[in-house]
T-cell receptor
Framework: AQSVAQPEDQVNVAEGNPLTVKCTYS??????LFWYVQYPNRGLQFLLK??????LVKGSYGFEAEFNKSQTSFHLKKPSALVSDSALYFC??????????????FGTGTRLQVFP | DGGITQSPKYLFRKEGQNVTLSCEQN?????MYWYRQDPGQGLRLIYY???????QKGDIAEGYSVSREKKESFPLTVTSAQKNPTAFYLC???????????????FGPGTRLTVT
């Protein structure tokens, strides 16, 4: 079955410290992986994607993600967290629908809380 | 959220009434999508459309209907048959790169529907 798992409902980190939000996936074929961020009562904003190539992907707002094929993981990272990074983060993987078109499968989200 | 508008931001309806949520995009994207977001469940796909006058059911289509008469517009109707309609509804769009494939999806700001 095609799926995405975000094992942590919430991650707490102090401002200035590095942060990691975890994501693992299960999909047939080569994975296309995405990270989105959602602020309260807002839509999702695209952060970054992995399609192919370099395993370390850089995205918006200083975020990056590391693709690890052997561990089927795509963890989101940032070297120095800001209070304004506090939000809900979603990992997603592209999968093939029953109509032979693409669809996105989302994880359940991880709430990041950065404390001053 | 730029390029995709959803209206209204908040919507209140009585049980038994149908309600239509608006989604418009000016990104010239071929594909459009409707998702439902519930706390702790991530995003679930309701309907999607790759081209005008064509759409497919997603994972939770029961109790919903859509139309795609124009490339820019993909309205969602929540019917009285939907048992638990109260949720946050998100519209998205993407470029289609041949045979239903896409890269990232871009999201609107969402509509919060409350049915009492």
């Amino acid at each position: 079955a095609q799926s995405v798992a975000q094992p942590e409902d919430q991650v707490n980190v102090a401002e200035g410290n590095p942060l990691t939000v975890k994501c693992t996936y299960s999909v047939s074929g080569n994975p296309y992986l995405f990270w989105y961020v959602q602020y309260p009562n807002r839509g999702l904003q695209f952060l970054l994607k992995y399609i192919t190539g370099d395993n370390l992907v850089k995205g918006s707002y200083g975020f990056e993600a590391e693709f690890n094929k052997s561990q089927t993981s795509f963890h989101l990272k940032k070297p120095s967290a800001l209070v304004s990074d506090s939000a809900l983060y979603f990992c997603a993987v592209r999968a093939l629908s029953s109509y032979n078109t693409d669809k996105l499968i989302f994880g359940t989200g991880t709430r990041l809380q950065v404390f001053p | 959220d730029g390029g995709i508008t959803q209206s209204p931001k908040y919507l209140f309806r009585k049980e038994g009434q149908n309600v239509t949520l608006s989604c418009e995009q000016n990104l010239n994207h071929d594909a459009m999508y409707w998702y439902r977001q519930d706390p702790g469940q991530g995003l679930r796909l309701i309907y999607y459309s790759q081209i005008v006058n064509d759409f497919q059911k997603g994972d939770i289509a029961e109790g919903y209907s859509v139309s795609r008469e124009k490339k820019e517009s993909f309205p969602l109707t929540v019917t009285s048959a939907q048992k638990n309609p109260t949720a946050f509804y998100l519209c998205a769009s993407s470029i289609v790169r041949g045979q239903g494939r896409f890269y990232e999806q871009y999201f609107g700001p969402g509509t919060r529907l409350t049915v009492t």
